[in-house]
């Protein structure tokens, strides 16, 4: 029996739950973002994103392109009450469901007679319970069912197939395939490879040589192979970022520089999969390969805002404790993980 693994996503979720209670906004561009000036745009509504406005983007920045952009602070326990009432329907159905992240799931419909029939009344029931649009991919694996629910959006239901997949993944931007970030999309890009029909066409050979292990995964999935089951419980022990470089002193605050980029790029997973975590650890190597860490760990968890602060705290401890002159590698990691709708019910 072919499978029938469908990937859901929550159009802009987190602006999409401020909009429930600012309509008047609905028309107008809106962002969720993190207060102060390293302060990151969270999500965006779509008026927005017509400027330009993403995830990730600094406040600043932001403000440039779209002077007239309204900032919402983001309200964490709003957002998970939301996602639970989402998530108990999608669970209504009885079928595998596999939680990625606050506004993102996997289920496993197969043998289902008519799963087009259901998505229509989950996403029904959706909008009418919570005021929400939910957009479905259905394919016959995960990597292709992803693809999918990108494709429509917002509140859209595609359905890719052993028919149509090439065509559509040839369609595709670099950034429109799960699994190509801003670095391979760049490393690509200076190959002359600008879209999924070009990816299409590289050997096995050349994308395990560019990418690694991942490459071999890659070649699979443009051709429709992707094994991996939906799973209903999902684990991690830590979280991070690190990069190297080339035996460098720290100029014009070059190494603060790039830890707030390896900071907010964990903020964004902790928020987008409801990640909490007790403890923090900067990371680095001196120009001799020795490695020096720094932690901190508390009882209860940290609140995505203090990350930037305290990764700061713990750069310039260790630098100056250990009286480091160039730095080969930086990194920022969290650890003792938990999910924040557990954590936010301990409270309630």
Same mark, same amino acid.
């Given at each position: 029996? %072919?499978?029938? +693994?469908?990937?859901? %996503?929550?159009?802009?979720?987190?602006? @999409?739950?401020?909009? =429930?209670? !600012?309509?008047?906004?609905? !028309? /107008?561009?809106?962002?969720?973002?993190?207060?102060?000036?390293?302060? +990151?745009i969270?999500?965006?509504?779509?008026?927005?994103?017509?400027?330009g406005? !993403?995830?990730?983007?600094?406040?600043?920045?932001?403000?440039?392109?779209?002077?007239?952009?309204?900032?919402?602070?983001?309200?964490?326990? *709003?957002?998970?009450?939301?996602?639970q009432?989402?998530?108990?329907?999608?669970?209504?159905?009885?079928?595998?469901?596999?939680?990625?992240?606050?506004?993102?799931?996997? /289920?496993?419909?197969?043998?289902?007679?008519?799963?087009?029939?259901?998505?229509?009344?989950?996403?029904?029931?959706?909008?009418?319970?919570e005021?929400?649009?939910? @957009?479905?991919? &259905?394919?016959?694996? *995960?990597?292709?069912a992803? +693809?999918?629910?990108?494709?429509?959006?917002?509140?859209?239901l595609?359905?890719?197939?052993?028919?149509?997949?090439?065509?559509?993944?040839?369609?595709?931007?670099?950034?429109? +395939?799960?699994?190509?970030?801003?670095?391979?999309?760049?490393? =690509?890009?200076?190959?002359?490879?600008?879209?999924?029909? %070009? &990816?299409?066409?590289?050997?096995?050979?050349?994308?395990?040589?560019?990418?690694?292990? @991942?490459?071999?995964? =890659?070649?699979g999935? /443009?051709?429709? #192979?992707?094994?991996?089951?939906?799973?209903?419980?999902?684990?991690?022990?830590?979280?991070?970022?690190?990069?190297?470089?080339?035996?460098?002193?720290?100029?014009?605050? $070059? $190494?603060?520089?790039? /830890?707030?980029?390896?900071?907010?790029?964990?903020?964004?997973?902790?928020?987008?999969?409801?990640?909490?975590?007790?403890?923090?650890?900067?990371?680095? *190597? %001196?120009?001799?390969?020795?490695? !020096?860490?720094?932690?901190?760990?508390?009882?209860?968890?940290?609140?995505?805002?203090?990350?930037?602060?305290?990764?700061?705290?713990?750069?310039?401890?260790?630098?100056?404790?250990?009286? #480091?002159?160039?730095?080969? =590698?930086?990194?920022? @990691?969290?650890?003792? &993980?938990?999910?924040?709708?557990?954590?936010?019910?301990?409270?309630?």
């Open positions: 029996m %072919d499978r029938q +693994i469908v990937h859901v %996503d929550l159009d802009a979720f987190f602006a @999409s739950v401020e909009l =429930l209670e !600012h309509p008047e906004w609905r !028309h /107008l561009p809106m962002a969720v973002a993190g207060s102060g000036e390293r302060g +990151i969270t999500t965006a509504n779509y008026p927005a994103r017509a400027f406005i !993403h995830s990730a983007l600094p406040v600043f920045l932001a403000k440039q392109r779209c002077p007239q952009l309204i900032l919402v602070p983001p309200n964490r326990k *709003k957002y998970s009450a939301a996602s009432r989402v998530f108990a329907i999608l669970k209504s159905y009885g079928h595998p469901v596999e939680k990625v992240s606050i506004d993102e799931a996997y /289920l496993d419909l197969t043998g289902h007679p008519d799963p087009i029939l259901l998505l229509k009344d989950m996403k029904r029931r959706v909008r009418e319970g005021g929400l649009t939910l @957009s479905c991919g &259905l394919s016959f694996n *995960k990597f292709l992803k +693809i999918a629910s990108d494709y429509q959006k917002p509140d859209g595609t359905v890719i197939d052993e028919g149509n997949y090439q065509r559509i993944i040839a369609q595709l931007p670099l950034r429109g +395939i799960h699994g190509i970030g801003p670095r391979s999309e760049e490393k =690509l890009k200076k190959l002359g490879i600008r879209n999924g029909e %070009d &990816l299409m066409a590289l050997s096995e050979e050349f994308l395990v040589r560019t990418f690694g292990k @991942s490459g071999y995964e =890659l070649y999935k /443009l051709r429709g #192979i992707d094994p991996r089951k939906v799973r209903e419980n999902r684990g991690r022990k830590s979280l991070g970022s690190e990069e190297t470089f080339a035996p460098q002193k720290n100029h014009s605050g $070059f $190494f603060e520089a790039k /830890l707030m980029e390896q900071v907010a790029s964990v903020e964004k997973i902790m928020e987008e999969k409801a990640i909490t975590a007790r403890s923090a650890t900067v990371k680095l *190597k %001196d120009e001799h390969g020795k490695i !020096h860490t720094k932690s901190r760990t508390q009882r209860g968890p940290f609140e995505l805002d203090e990350l930037e602060d305290l990764a700061l705290e713990l750069f310039e401890s260790l630098m100056e404790r250990e009286k #480091i002159n160039k730095l080969r =590698l930086l990194g920022f @990691s969290v650890s003792q &993980l938990g999910d924040r709708n557990v954590e936010q019910l301990h409270f309630l």
